[in-house]
């Protein structure tokens, strides 16, 4: 294949997919109102549009597809044809189909697909074959089904007249603004040159001292590599709003074959995030939400009976809280009894009859591996993998999970993320002579270790009398094998992991400073207690430790 | 080897008086022993980590990680550090002194002799004779 030829398939299926998330939020937004002929044009347009490109960079298997599709939507749009729920999914069918044949062709140009059972169901929505599929409604499809038809569907976000449209006119209004794409990897490599040049800047400020006229013009230059640094840092962040997009579909999906009705509603869409946090984002969100459909909405009969609207509510709420990003995902459905959860934990062999639990620490055993409330294994949810995992995830990004609800009211569940994974705030310890660095939010205090508050019992390691609490103190200095003698330390980092707190010695605190986050190298990616490599200010290489890796489970 | 003669271009190194070489296309950059900062509980061959303009790499020793201990308490002279190409890493390597770059023609390169192969000799690629001595190929994953 010639270079250009390879570059305009390349350059299409970039833009496709790009085209494939605007589409499904028309398509969705059309559901709601399908009347809307401004949302028809969009699609006729989106269609249009995709099959001429794709025919033209070669594509024949989209172009076939793309133009029967056509023939439906041109069909809709002169109004020979009304939308009905059948039609809907036949058209989601489509897009679908279309996603899996783009996806598959930008992994191998080649790639030949088998959409004939698309082509049939287009074909039949085409001359009339195709019926409503709302199992919730009785009565036959009849000519003029509008009305019903508003009301059997599940609507997605249910204000939409004031909020759809305003979002496909600042759409377009915010696209003038002049963008270009740059690939990830030149971000990452204008990220670490930055990273360097702050790293040296700190270096020549040291040497500088803190008198003389270099010190001022070296100030101005620290002031401005900082600025430098939050621009570059801030080229890697995106908005979560597409993220969010796929809720809405996989809300649509998963409510329509639980026969439940759900409105989502999405807040904070402009909320801007670190991409790789944004990508390991995904998944987790996916399922909480999926979750907050399987077992926290119920059925509408239930909810009639409950004094509830026929229709549950699912709300994702996006906002920034300092350096963090805050995720709420709120139902307004059963809520979770903490007892269920209790006896379902003990049943199961997670925890034991006698354990005493707070209300929180029941909540939290949604995420134990293997722990799913539903009696019955369904098409959705409940083999109790998937909330473990997004407990992991969101633990593995440095942030937390937590639950509250309340019986017959709803249920709350709240993410709170770093924002970037690439700067953290460290505190520079020195052990035996070397320097490592410990992550901030892993010291709750640092103390200074008096021999009267230390006790040794026999063949253990020694404790520490902190205030009311008795807490192991641990010797970093052997821990990490740089000195076998066994003596206290002078000052000791306090951690604490879950609910216990343990004492962690070490020579000296050097000073606080942020820390860019690196990899740890192939070699050492074993090493327990160490989550990552940065350069410090003096141009060496430093271990990031992870403390509670390395005592979490001994302490 | 085919007939028709083909040349690859080696650097050559020396670790305990032996002589040895890695294809030049497989070694990123050769410099001078930096500043090391040790890695707590490493094995043995981990000398530590090094920062290479902002890469941070793992520094090995080669001598240890090819388990040559003969006429190793011998002083060290000029330290040098190749920095390996493995795949999408990279790893430099502590060796004793750089040689020079040889220019080898295909049928001066000769099979390991199977009497002289062991479980480390999958990383040995082949025998380079010059005039007046004896090279041994590695390949750079040797420092893996």
């Known amino acids: 294949m010639e270079d250009f030829e390879l570059e305009l398939k390349k350059d299409f299926l970039d833009e496709a997919k790009g085209l494939l998330e605007t589409a499904e939020k028309s398509f969705l937004q059309l559901e709601n109102n399908p009347t809307n002929e401004v949302l028809i044009n969009e699609i006729f347009r989106f269609a249009h549009n995709l099959k001429g490109t794709s025919r033209a960079v070669g594509f024949g298997q989209i172009a076939?597809?793309?133009?029967?599709?056509?023939?439906?939507?041109?069909k809709i749009k002169e109004k020979e044809l009304i939308i009905h729920s059948g039609i809907m999914d036949v058209l989601f069918y489509f897009l679908d189909k279309v996603r899996e044949m783009i996806l598959g062709l930008d992994a191998n140009l080649e790639a030949i697909f088998d959409y004939q059972d698309c082509l049939n169901k287009i074909e039949?929505?085409?001359?009339?074959?195709?019926?409503?599929?709302?199992?919730?409604?009785?009565?036959?499809?009849?000519?003029?089904?509008?009305?019903?038809?508003?009301?059997?569907?599940?609507?997605?976000?249910?204000?939409?007249?004031?909020?759809?449209?305003?979002?496909?006119?600042?759409?377009?209004?915010?696209?003038?603004?002049?963008?270009?794409?740059?690939?990830?990897?030149?971000?990452?490599?204008l990220n670490n040159l930055v990273g360097e040049l702050v790293i040296l800047q700190t270096?020549?400020?040291?040497?500088?001292?803190?008198?003389?006229?270099?010190?001022?013009?070296?100030?101005?230059?620290g002031k401005l590599c900082k600025e430098i640094q939050d621009l570059s840092m801030s080229l890697r962040m995106l908005p979560i709003g597409p993220t969010f997009q796929k809720l809405q579909r996989?809300?649509?999906?998963?409510?329509?074959?639980?026969?439940?009705?759900?409105?989502?509603?999405?807040?904070?869409?402009?909320?801007?995030v670190d991409k790789t946090v944004l990508e390991n984002l995904a998944d987790p969100l996916v399922h909480l939400v999926r979750n907050a459909v399987d077992h926290g909405v119920e059925l509408p009969q239930e909810r009639l009976l409950a004094n509830k609207s026929e229709n549950g509510k699912i709300e994702v709420l996006a906002f920034h809280q300092g350096n963090f990003l805050a995720l709420h995902i709120t139902d307004d459905g059963k809520g979770i009894d903490p007892q269920v959860l209790r006896q379902k934990a003990i049943h199961k062999g997670i925890i034991k009859e006698?354990?005493?639990?707070?209300?929180?620490?029941?909540?939290?055993?949604?995420?134990?591996?293997?722990?799913?409330?539903?009696?019955?294994?369904?098409?959705?949810?409940?083999?109790?993998?998937?909330?473990?995992v997004v407990k992991t995830n969101v633990e593995s990004m440095g942030g937390q999970v937590r639950v509250q609800s309340k019986l017959g009211v709803g249920s709350s569940i709240e993410l709170l993320i770093p924002l970037t994974m690439a700067i953290i705030e460290?505190?520079?310890?020195?052990?035996?002579?070397?320097?490592?660095?410990?992550?901030?939010?892993?010291?709750?205090?640092?103390?200074?270790?008096?021999?009267?508050?230390?006790?040794?019992?026999?063949?253990?390691?020694?404790?520490?009398k902190l205030r009311d609490l008795v807490v192991p103190i641990f010797s970093l200095k052997r821990d990490l094998g740089l000195d076998k003698r066994v003596q206290l330390p002078p000052i000791a980092l306090v951690v604490k992991k879950g609910k216990?707190?343990?004492?962690?010695?070490?020579?000296?605190?050097?000073?606080?400073?942020?820390?860019?986050?690196?990899?740890?190298?192939?070699?050492?990616?074993?090493?327990?207690?160490?989550?990552?490599?940065?350069?410090?200010?003096?141009?060496?290489?430093?271990?990031?430790?992870?403390?509670?890796?390395?005592?979490?489970?001994?302490? | 080897m085919e007939n028709t003669q083909q040349f690859l271009r080696f650097l050559e190194f020396k670790l305990a008086e032996e002589s040895y070489a890695v294809e030049i296309l497989k070694i990123r950059e050769v410099i001078t022993l930096?500043?090391?900062?040790?890695?707590?509980?490493?094995?043995?061959?981990?000398?530590?980590?090094?920062?290479?303009?902002?890469?941070?790499?793992?520094?090995?020793?080669?001598?240890?990680?090819?388990?040559?201990?003969?006429?190793?308490?011998?002083?060290?002279?000029?330290n040098a550090v190749i920095v390996f190409e493995l795949g999408d890493r990279q790893v430099g390597a502590i060796v004793d002194s750089i040689e020079k770059v040889l220019n080898v023609s295909s049928d001066s390169i000769h099979p390991i002799p199977e009497e002289s192969q062991h479980k480390d000799s999958v990383h040995f690629k082949g025998v380079i004779k010059t005039e007046d001595r004896l090279v041994l190929w590695v390949l750079p994953e040797i420092a893996a």
Do not use: W
């Open chain 1, 250 to 272: 996989i809300v649509r999906d998963t409510s329509k074959t639980l026969e439940k009705k759900v409105d989502l509603l999405l807040k904070g869409e402009e909320t801007e």
């Open chain 1, 354 to 388: 006698e354990d005493n639990l707070t209300e929180e620490a029941m909540y939290q055993l949604i995420f134990a591996p293997g722990f799913s409330t539903k009696d019955q294994v369904s098409e959705v949810s409940g083999r109790g993998v998937g909330m473990d």
């Open chain 2, 34 to 78: 930096p500043a090391l900062t040790e890695i707590p509980n490493a094995p043995p061959h981990v000398c530590g980590l090094m920062n290479l303009r902002g890469l941070i790499l793992t520094v090995i020793d080669l001598r240890k990680k090819m388990k040559i201990t003969e006429n190793s308490q011998k002083e060290k002279e000029e």
């Open chain 1, 500 to 555: 216990k707190f343990f004492a962690v010695g070490i020579d000296d605190l050097i000073k606080q400073q942020q820390i860019v986050v690196r990899p740890l190298t192939f070699e050492i990616s074993h090493m327990k207690g160490a989550m990552g490599t940065t350069i410090l200010g003096d141009g060496l290489p430093s271990v990031i430790l992870d403390l509670v890796e390395l005592y979490g489970d001994i302490a």
């Open chain 1, 203 to 221: 270096e020549v400020e040291a040497l500088a001292g803190t008198s003389g006229k270099e010190t001022r013009s070296i100030r101005s230059l």
């Open chain 1, 426 to 464: 460290g505190m520079l310890i020195e052990v035996s002579g070397k320097q490592f660095v410990v992550p901030q939010s892993q010291i709750q205090e640092v103390i200074k270790i008096d021999l009267a508050q230390a006790e040794k019992f026999s063949g253990k390691n020694p404790y520490y």
């Open chain 1, 64 to 74: 076939e597809l793309t133009h029967l599709a056509e023939n439906l939507l041109l």
């Open chain 1, 124 to 189: 039949a929505a085409l001359s009339g074959k195709i019926e409503k599929t709302d199992k919730t409604q009785e009565n036959k499809p009849s000519e003029d089904s509008f009305p019903e038809e508003e009301e059997s569907k599940i609507s997605l976000v249910k204000e939409p007249s004031k909020k759809v449209k305003p979002t496909t006119n600042s759409g377009a209004a915010a696209n003038t603004e002049e963008t270009i794409r740059v690939s990830l990897k030149k971000i990452e490599d």
